[in-house]
């Protein structure tokens, strides 16, 4: 018996016609820019495929043509143009490889979830809404970059900058969604094994690119060279830096003392301060509520691979805020801390309240002494150096006199 799904009449159809006609304007595309450098025809072809996807729509939904190889074809036409104009725009702006990179790990995990969902429910998802906004911002800034050839550098690395974010927060809701399905599955069926190997693979990729990328980059891992690679406008250096404690706290390989530093070279004490403690909180936030999602079972695996969390293990005590306040004494990445106690289900606030307090001090005297960085026997920056080694002092002999006697008490 014929699948219906993928009869004749379910593919020749004129919504499926127009997303095979809008792929072969695909090469058209990357000719005309590439080739004949004609920008305002690219635009045009572009603007024609735009408008093309939207009529197959309409008439898909008009004439009861919705079909499931539309709902695979249709965005396959968008992924493979999106793909293209990024390309293109690669050999103008280096920086659009890492708009690239994330295109490319985008669309690969939402391959592997809308293949999960058709082995274990049998149905393919439209698109939504948050999906269609990153289609169309994407679009959006690609023209905007291959019309205006001469645009200033930095408002060119701000839309891009843009394109990741929504790019970024269209990944996130498209994961909560497929994974709220996913979940419903029973507990050891192979759509859970398939959702917890998919967990694994995204959190190992994500792992070993931020390393890959900081170890090239190592050099340039040094508060001033931080500061030096940070955008001029203000707004945007300060989005950039929030970026950073972002990138930071999914790697251990960054020291966020540097990030602190760099605040105080690029702005004033006050506006460096505030930025580090919104840092902080993103800092802290993001592995814990990856080691909440992964859950409990996380736990033994993180013990396993960094035996000094056996220091956290025997710390834990009934009050959250305390638990998280001696956390931030151990010597431990942060970012293994913060899995760890999301992993466990410490509560949240408290969580962030202790969190913010272990490491308020810090928030201080290193963007003073990043300040101070090109004379390092000034009074500011001594007194600075001094207070913060007074503090990591201070705490060790707090965290030691308090593990001991909690391990008195047992």
């Excluded at 304007?25 to 004949?36: A, E, V």
């Excluded at 060119?156 to 399905?181: D, E, N, P």
């Excluded at 308090?402 to 391990?407: A, D, P, Q, T, W």
Aim: aromatic residues 10%; glycine residues 6%; contains cysteine.
């Amino acid at each position: 018996m014929e699948n219906k799904r993928f009869s004749k009449n379910a593919i020749l159809t004129i919504p499926n016609l127009i997303s095979l006609f809008r792929i072969l304007l695909i090469p058209l595309i990357i000719w005309l820019y590439c080739g004949k450098k004609q920008y305002a025809a690219t635009i045009a072809v572009v603007a024609i495929s735009g408008v093309s996807d939207i009529i197959d729509g309409k008439i898909a939904r008009r004439f009861n043509m919705v079909s499931d190889v539309g709902k695979v074809l249709d965005p396959i036409a968008d992924k493979l143009t999106q793909a293209a104009l990024v390309i293109c725009l690669t050999a103008r702006y280096p920086w659009m490889w890492v708009l690239l990179a994330l295109f490319a790990v985008k669309e690969c995990l939402m391959l592997l979830w809308g293949y999960l969902i058709l082995k274990s429910t049998d149905t393919i998802n439209s698109a939504k809404w948050y999906g269609k906004l990153s289609t169309v911002v994407l679009y959006v800034v690609m023209m905007i970059l291959i019309l205006f050839v001469d645009i200033p550098e930095a408002k060119a690395k701000a839309l891009m900058l843009l394109c990741g974010g929504v790019m970024l927060l269209s990944l996130v809701m498209y994961g909560r969604f497929y994974h709220a399905i996913l979940d419903q599955a029973p507990p050891g069926s192979v759509p859970q094994q398939a959702l917890r190997t998919a967990r694994n693979i995204v959190l190992g990729l994500i792992w070993a690119g931020i390393i890959a990328i900081c170890f090239l980059h190592r050099k340039e891992l040094s508060a001033e060279g931080i500061a030096r690679y940070t955008p001029g406008n203000p707004w945007l250096a300060s989005i950039v830096m929030l970026a950073l404690f972002a990138l930071k706290s999914l790697s251990i390989v960054i020291y966020s003392g540097l990030l602190y530093a760099a605040n105080g070279i690029l702005f004033p004490l006050p506006v460096a301060i505030l930025l580090n403690l919104i840092g902080t909180v993103i800092m802290v936030s993001l592995p814990y509520q990856i080691g909440r999602r992964t859950g409990a079972s996380a736990v033994e695996d993180i013990r396993a691979k960094h035996p000094k969390t056996e220091a956290i293990y025997d710390l834990r005590v009934k009050n959250d805020f305390l638990f998280s306040f001696l956390v931030r004494m151990v010597r431990l990445p942060s970012d293994v801390a913060s899995l760890y106690m999301g992993a466990v289900h410490v509560e949240y606030k408290k969580y962030l309240l202790g969190s913010l307090l272990g490491l308020f001090p810090h928030t201080i005297t290193f963007p003073i002494m990043g300040m101070s960085i090109r004379d390092i026997r000034s009074p500011r920056f001594i007194i600075s150096l001094c207070a913060e080694i007074a503090y990591i002092l201070i705490t060790y002999a707090v965290y030691t006199q308090y593990r001991k006697k909690n391990m008195e008490g047992q």
